[in-house]
């Protein structure tokens, strides 16, 4: 899509957004892909689209991000102003202030293979970045960035996804290669959870109406869960017991519903708290899951990835599956925000 267009349909957007009220409403939440559509790569090692990817209400994706980036992981939203976007990439950590427009990279080499951003909602211009070399935090919006990972041992740097305590600003919880670590002082250092698996985490995500419950998805050691704020977990769902669980998470309208998901998994739905799962799989053209997300403008829906055969969703856990688009894509990540 030429600059042109793409410009005209962020336009509308924002013309829909302000005829839904003043400019003090609540924003309304937009929907997220970090991707490459490695299904149409011929002879390259790089897929030529790439990177983050807007829906919109028309339910057409196009693409959200500078051309010249090719490997988007994940996308933070300033909640104070929405016009301001970062990406979370192959190369480092981009910035626009104008919804998208246009683009600086505000990192420098040292930090490299971005999978997860969070802003502090109290005070945006404070941000952490999982790295595969380690977190790293902004005091200034971006514009510097810091080591902050002291505590950390040097083999388990490789962090793949961090979680800001939506009850305690100073608390973070990261998912690293030697599994879960918590720092309560804004990142200035770090310590392992000691009742948590020792194994890689590929996603973590902490419950939008009960703090106390945090969601992992692991390697090798499936869906674990904690109840009690991060101090003690337990392996839940059975049939993924021994699984690379990619995608895991909560309902954030109701905290007894979970969803899980991996590669050769297939999807399994709970909708007691983690009692009982069921396999939703059926219907979908894949067992091969790369990403999950319920969605919060939609109650109860529930999107899943499947490697390149498109994303779907469900608007009753699982039981049948509508296409979502991004067929032939590899999504890393999906994100309301």
């Known amino acids: 899509m030429k600059k042109t267009a793409l410009s005209f349909l962020f336009a509308l957007a924002a013309l829909s957004a302000a005829a839904q009220g003043p400019a003090t409403a609540v ?21 030529d689209i790439s990177g983050a990817f807007l829906r919109l209400g028309t339910g057409k994706w196009i693409h959200f991000g500078g051309d010249q980036i090719k490997w988007v992981s994940t996308v933070a939203v300033d909640p104070a102003d929405p016009s301001t976007i970062y990406l979370g990439c192959g190369n480092g950590i981009l910035r626009s202030h104008d919804d998208g427009r246009t683009w600086r990279l505000t990192t420098d080499w040292h930090v490299s293979d971005v999978f997860g951003l969070q802003i502090d909602p109290t005070d945006p211009t404070r941000l952490y970045a999982a790295t595969g070399w380690g977190i790293w935090r902004s005091t200034d919006g971006g514009e510097t960035w810091i080591e902050s990972d002291r505590g950390l041992p040097l083999a388990g740097k490789f962090t793949q996804s961090i979680v800001l305590d939506r009850n305690d600003h100073t608390r973070l919880i990261a998912g690293t290669d030697l599994g879960l670590f918590v720092s309560t002082d804004g ?9 948590a698996p020792k194994v890689p985490i590929f996603h973590l995500e902490q419950s939008a109406t009960n703090p106390q419950l945090w969601l992992a998805g692991t390697q090798g050691l499936g869906v674990q ?25 909560i309902d954030p309208d109701d905290a007894d519903r979970f969803a899980a998901a991996g590669w050769a998994q297939g999807v399994r739905v709970s909708l007691d708290g983690g009692k009982t799962w069921r396999d939703s799989t059926r219907g979908l053209p894949s067992t091969h899951i790369t990403a999950l997300a319920f969605d919060p403008t939609h109650p109860g829906r529930l999107w899943a990835s499947t490697f390149e055969e498109g994303t779907y969703y469900s608007d009753n856990f699982g039981k049948s599956w509508k296409l979502g688009g991004l067929y032939g894509a590899y999504v890393v990540d999906l994100r309301f925000l």
């Open 187 to 195: 990142a200035d250092t770090w310590s392992r959870l000691a009742g």
């Open 225 to 249: 869960v904690s109840t009690d704020n991060g101090a003690t977990w337990a392996a839940v769902a059975p049939d993924l017991a021994r699984a690379n669980v990619y995608g895991a998470t």
């Open 27 to 47: 924003p309304p939440r937009r929907f997220f892909a970090s991707l490459s559509m490695t299904k149409m790569q011929v002879n390259s090692a790089a897929a």
